[in-house]
């Protein structure tokens, strides 16, 4: 899979796995680099195997714009893919225990949802957020979904709907959670020499930020993400604010990750995100904030349990006018593309790209 979207993106930018001289990937790609390398027979000059979970393909993003600033290389070819729903594996082990890991194994928290569902409970306990809220997140995501073909979860759901599902983890309910998928996903990022070579369908990365949350040693604020951190160094680069954004792409593992990661890119005030969302703001053509108009994880994939890769890809189309008609934003002159990754009841790491219309 890994080769089909590799070859896919190279297809679609006019370019040759020959043409590839910087490769990025994370563990989805067995021995990273080492192993893809081979097997895509490419002869890079620059690697690079950065993991943040799903945040990783938002981070390559920004390491590739990087690399190509210094010189490092020329075209970048950033891949992921795995099959978590037809041959599930679990997560890759570490090959030595993390410092965390004999504490957290044996009394932590089981499983990822507790720990999404504790930072839900917190912020409805500090902020009085609702599970109807929440539930908001899901009902743009669905409504989007209808329209691509290739989503796992394509009908129309209410906020009734969403609380009467089954709950997972108090208060998350079966529809607050994102769907498991098989699939990957590719992204090429070039020098603007090059780009100017490869015709109107390239857009520009006009900004990238990237930072890491942990418990700091006990003192855990679970209210909030690195993404404080990540989207204004993104904004900063750029060189505009949260209210430039036409479109986002914003990680959606589980509702709350969503309205969470949208108090803190600075699109409402903290502790707002509920009020935000209602009515209809997250909705493609005419909400406050189109986003996600691809489904998201939530109903279109998560492949590999990783959705960062796909937030870029359906900005990129966003940003091209090449999203489904029905969703695809007016005039869309910039998109954001945010990814959340480990856990935002833990430690985690978050990753914002601001792109543009060339």
């Given at each position: 899979?890994?080769?089909?979207v590799a070859v896919g993106a190279l297809a679609d930018a006019g370019l040759t796995l020959a043409d590839v001289d910087g490769y990025f990937c994370d563990s989805t790609?067995?021995?990273?680099?080492?192993?893809?390398?081979?097997?895509?027979?490419?002869?890079?000059?620059y690697v690079d195997s950065t993991e943040t979970g799903g945040s990783s393909y938002i981070v390559h993003v920004g390491h590739a714009a990087a690399a190509i600033a210094?010189?490092?290389?020329?075209?970048?070819?950033?891949?992921?893919?795995?099959?978590?729903?037809?041959?599930?594996?679990?997560?890759?082990?570490?090959?030595?225990?993390?410092?965390?890991?004999?504490?957290?194994?044996?009394?932590?928290?089981?499983?990822?949802?507790?720990?999404?569902?504790?930072?839900?409970?917190?912020?409805?306990?500090?902020?009085?957020?609702?599970?109807?809220?929440?539930?908001?997140?899901?009902?743009?995501?669905?409504?989007?979904?209808?329209?691509?073909?290739?989503?796992?979860?394509?009908?129309?759901?209410?906020?009734?709907?969403v609380l009467e599902s089954p709950m997972v983890s108090d208060p998350l309910h079966r529809l607050d959670c994102c769907v498991v998928s098989d699939g990957g996903g590719?992204?090429?990022?070039?020098?603007?020499?090059?780009?100017?070579?490869?015709?109107?369908?390239?857009?520009?990365?006009?900004?990238?930020?990237?930072?890491?949350?942990?418990?700091?040693?006990?003192?855990?604020?679970?209210?909030?993400?690195?993404?404080?951190?990540?989207?204004?160094?993104?904004?900063?680069?750029?060189?505009?604010?949260?209210?430039?954004?036409?479109?986002?792409?914003?990680?959606?593992?589980?509702?709350?990750?969503?309205?969470?990661?949208?108090?803190?890119?600075?699109?409402?005030?903290?502790?707002?995100?509920?009020?935000?969302?209602?009515?209809?703001?997250?909705?493609?053509?005419?909400?406050?904030?189109?986003?996600?108009?691809?489904?998201?994880?939530?109903?279109?994939?998560?492949?590999?349990?990783?959705?960062?890769?796909?937030?870029?890809?359906?900005?990129?189309?966003?940003?091209?006018?090449?999203?489904?008609?029905?969703?695809?934003?007016?005039?869309?002159?910039?998109?954001?593309?945010?990814?959340?990754?480990?856990?935002?009841?833990?430690?985690?790491?978050?990753?914002?790209?601001?792109?543009?219309?060339?």
């Amino acid at each position: 899979m890994h080769a089909e979207v590799a070859v896919g993106a190279l297809a679609d930018a006019g370019l040759t796995l020959a043409d590839v001289d910087g490769y990025f990937c994370d563990s989805t790609a067995g021995f990273g680099p080492i192993s893809m390398v081979e097997y895509l027979g490419l002869n890079p000059r620059y690697v690079d195997s950065t993991e943040t979970g799903g945040s990783s393909y938002i981070v390559h993003v920004g390491h590739a714009a990087a690399a190509i600033a210094a010189g490092k290389c020329r075209v970048a070819l950033i891949t992921m893919a795995g099959r978590p729903r037809s041959a599930p594996q679990g997560m890759p082990a570490p090959a030595e225990p993390s410092p965390e890991t004999t504490f957290e194994e044996s009394w932590g928290m089981f499983g990822i949802a507790p720990a999404y569902a504790l930072a839900a409970q917190r912020h409805m306990y500090e902020f009085g957020t609702t599970s109807a809220q929440l539930a908001e997140v899901k009902v743009a995501a669905a409504h989007h979904a209808q329209y691509n073909p290739n989503a796992m979860l394509r009908d129309p759901v209410t906020i009734e709907q969403v609380l009467e599902s089954p709950m997972v983890s108090d208060p998350l309910h079966r529809l607050d959670c994102c769907v498991v998928s098989d699939g990957g996903g590719a992204i090429v990022v070039v020098d603007a020499d090059l780009a100017r070579d490869l015709g109107d369908r390239c857009v520009s990365v006009l900004g990238q930020g990237e930072a890491i949350k942990h418990y700091g040693d006990g003192r855990i604020d679970l209210t909030y993400t690195a993404a404080v951190q990540s989207g204004p160094r993104a904004f900063a680069e750029a060189g505009i604010t949260p209210a430039d954004v036409d479109y986002a792409s914003i990680y959606d593992s589980f509702t709350i990750t969503a309205l969470l990661a949208i108090e803190d890119l600075g699109f409402c005030e903290k502790g707002k995100g509920g009020q935000f969302v209602q009515d209809g703001a997250l909705q493609a053509q005419n909400g406050v904030l189109p986003f996600n108009t691809d489904g998201g994880g939530l109903c279109n994939n998560h492949p590999s349990n990783r959705g960062g890769v796909t937030k870029v890809i359906e900005a990129v189309r966003q940003l091209r006018g090449e999203a489904a008609p029905e969703v695809q934003v007016p005039n869309c002159e910039l998109a954001l593309a945010h990814g959340t990754g480990g856990s935002i009841g833990s430690r985690m790491g978050s990753a914002t790209v601001i792109l543009g219309r060339s």
